[in-house]
């Protein structure tokens, strides 16, 4: 059975950083895209960021140039290098891998457990 475990999330003052990290654990055959979204109160989930398997990346307006997402595949895992992190940013983060677990079966989408991030102004 496939998990995403999150780590990262967790209060910073305006202007400050984080690095989320989210790891993909159990039998996993092979991994595709990657991405972050976050969800603010009262508002619908929304893409913050995302990475193909050729490393190339796609980022919401509102965090170009602050935001940078990774991945390594040797460790099935995908990263959220936030900066300049802004109060209305204030968001529970989820991580969304799209992975095949086994070789005859298409790939689907797995979501991590979602990490609280908290901007303080």
């Known amino acids: 059975q496939v998990q995403l475990v999150e780590s990262g999330g967790g209060l910073v003052q305006a202007g400050g950083s984080l690095r989320l990290s989210c790891a993909a654990t159990g039998s996993i055959f092979r991994l595709g895209a990657m991405g972050w979204y976050r969800q603010a109160p009262g508002h619908q989930r929304e893409l913050v960021a995302s990475i193909t398997t050729t490393g190339y990346t796609n980022y919401a307006d509102s965090v170009k140039g602050r935001f940078t997402i990774s991945r390594d595949d040797a460790k099935n895992t995908v990263y959220l290098q936030m900066n300049s992190l802004k109060p209305e940013e204030t968001a529970v983060y989820y991580c969304?891998?799209?992975?095949?677990?086994?070789?005859?079966?298409?790939?689907?989408?797995?979501w991590g457990q979602g990490t609280q991030v908290t901007v303080s102004s």
């Open positions: 969304n891998i799209r992975l095949a677990i086994a070789p005859i079966l298409n790939f689907q989408d797995y």
